[in-house]
T-cell receptor, first 113, second 114 residues
Framework: DAGVIQSPRHEVTEMGQEVTLRCKPI?????LFWYRQTMMRGLELLIY????????DSGMPEDRFSAKMPNASFSTLKIQPSEPRDSAVYFC???????????FGQGTRLTVV | EDKVVQSPLSLVVHEGDTVTLNCSYE??????LLWYKQEKKAPTFLFML????IEKKSGRLSSILDKKELFSILNITATQTGDSAIYLC??????????????FGKGTKLSVKP
């Protein structure tokens, strides 16, 4: 299995632009998580899906952030409009059922200038 | 508010030393505690602990959970430069009866010098 696949690996954008991050979970996993990692705050859960349904989005910073999971093999995290404080590494992870061994993608390093 | 606290935040040792990393937590509906190792990229899974007092071992690494005192330790013996990484502790909880999620500590940055 190729593992959790995220794209792009790096994104540099100007403030105010829309950014879309993509994730393909491991086939067969039914839980998908979006995390954001910064030096100051560490790893923070933004949102997680179970069977394609958003279960907890309390970690989403504000209305500028939105996430979708249209099917079991694809999810997006969108930031519109982006701001410099959104600069971070965004990780997608997936897990199988009630096993909490989440497998992480390689992350997308987002820089908003 | 649920929280996971790791200590120390950073640690510098020499090859061959033994280190102990700490993780304490306050989480409602505790389900499991996990340790991850993060080098340059994504966190990679090390251990999952659900029961108190049962040590998990993998080579030079071992971990144990104390659910009464709400903490876990990760031990690394005979450290090597390849052990240099950020070690993350995460606690899995049940949330509203659903699959739950992981709450991460800020990590311990371990540097092993030759």
């Amino acid at each position: 299995d190729a593992g959790v696949i995220q794209s792009p690996r790096h994104e540099v954008t100007e403030m105010g632009q829309e950014v879309t991050l993509r994730c393909k979970p491991i086939s067969g996993h039914n839980s998908l998580f979006w995390y954001r990692q910064t030096m100051m705050r560490g790893l923070e859960l933004l949102i997680y899906f179970n069977n394609n349904v958003p279960i907890d989005d309390s970690g989403m910073p504000e209305d500028r952030f939105s996430a979708k999971m249209p099917n079991a093999s694809f999810s997006t995290l969108k930031i519109q409009p982006s701001e410099p404080r959104d600069s971070a590494v965004y990780f997608c992870a997936s897990s199988l059922g009630r096993r909490y061994q989440a497998f992480f993608g390689q992350g997308t390093r987002l820089t908003v200038v | 508010e649920d929280k996971v606290v790791q200590s120390p935040l950073s640690l510098v040792v020499h090859e061959g030393d033994t280190v102990t990393l700490n993780c304490s937590y306050e989480v409602t509906n505790f389900r499991s505690l996990l340790w991850y190792k993060q080098e340059k990229k994504a966190p990679t899974f090390l251990f999952m602990l659900t029961s108190s007092g049962i040590e998990k071992k993998s080579g030079r690494l071992s971990s144990i959970l104390d659910k009464k005192e709400l903490f876990s330790i990760l031990n690394i013996t005979a450290t090597q430069t390849g052990d240099s990484a950020i070690y993350l502790c995460a606690v899995g909880s049940n949330y509203g009866g659903s699959q739950g999620n992981l709450i991460f500590g800020k990590g311990t940055k371990l540097s092993v010098k030759p």
